[in-house]
Structures are given as C-alpha cells and as structure tokens.
C-alpha cells in the first residue's frame, strides 16, 4: 500500500486503532530497525500530554489525507501518470525497490511497469 523510507512513522491504522488483526503485513524490504509503541501506552501518554494528543491527531489526519488522495489517484490515473508521481514524490526509493514490488503499488503489471520504464 506503501513505502516508508528510514525516520518515517508508519502503521496500519484500521488494525493499530481499532486493536484487531490486520489483513495487511508491514514488510521490511531491507534490514531495519524498528521502534514501536503500544497502543494503551500511546491513549496513556495522549491523555497525560496534550502536545503527545495533538501530535497523534495530526499524524492521523495526515493519513487520512494521504490515503483519500492515493484512492482518488489510482481512480484516476493511468500507469505512466502513477509511475511519474511515484518518481516525483518517492523517486529517491526507485533503487531500493524491486519491479514485482512497485508495479503491484501502482496497480500495473510488471510488463507495463517495463513498458513504462522503457519509455522513459
């Protein structure tokens, strides 16, 4: 669904807040170090530290925003204009990606991930 680089926060929401299994994996695609945070510890901290509260809210907001836009964009879109976007807004993972991996983020094939790439 997509990719974090290094320094980025990142779950699957629905499950972290709703607190039920997710359909979904988080995959590493390259060895990483993880820090996490459970979520009763997050509610206990939110509710001790507004700026902790804030920040949780804002971070939701953001991937609601995010989400909302990549489901308008992939309604929208043909594969030459996600690929470009992808390029434009996350071209600085292109070599940490494998092809089987980005065509399945722009909702394409592998061959027209090639066909598009070719192009370029």
């Given at each position: ?6 320094g ?6 629905d499950?972290f ?21 459970l ?17 949780y ?8 925003i ?51 790439r070719?192009?370029?």
């Amino acid at each position: 669904m997509r990719f974090f680089s290094e320094g980025n926060v990142f779950s699957v929401l629905d499950s972290f807040i709703e607190q039920k299994p997710s359909i979904y994996d988080i995959v590493a695609l390259e060895d990483s170090t993880v820090s996490y945070i459970l979520y009763d510890d997050l509610q206990t901290l939110c509710h001790e530290y507004h700026q902790i509260e804030t920040f949780y809210r804002k971070l939701l907001s953001m991937a609601v925003i995010e989400m909302m836009s990549r489901v308008g964009h992939s309604l929208e879109e043909t594969g030459i204009v996600a690929y470009n976007r992808f390029l434009k807004n996350q071209g600085h993972l292109l070599q940490r990606i494998s092809l089987a991996d980005m065509a399945s983020y722009l909702g394409i094939t592998q061959v027209s991930l090639s066909r598009i790439r070719r192009v370029k």
